[in-house]
């Protein structure tokens, strides 16, 4: 499962883990490092690429998205929430 994970992260990232793990020395290295850059460039917290939002336009955005769903499924949000 964290195999496919992690297959799963580095594809959205334009990497191959196989690329990583057919390669030796300093090939490898590199290709290791390329991965880990590519990754950090994700929010851990918002999985949102870190470049592109900051906290502010992601809570805004998550205001949005949540005034969005409980105009179309007011049923479906606890009252406690407001």
Request: charge should be negative; glycine fraction near 6%; proline fraction near 2%.
């Amino acid at each position: 499962e964290a195999v496919d994970l992690t297959r799963g992260l580095l594809a959205e990232c334009r990497v191959r883990l196989e690329g990583i793990v057919e390669k030796e020395g300093f090939e490898k290295n590199k290709a290791i490092a390329d991965a880990k850059e590519a990754v950090n460039a994700y929010d851990e917290r918002t999985g949102l690429p870190s470049d592109h939002y900051t906290d502010a336009d992601v809570e805004a955005l998550s205001e949005h998205v949540f005034c969005h769903i409980f105009v179309q499924y007011p049923d479906g949000v606890d009252a406690r929430i407001h």
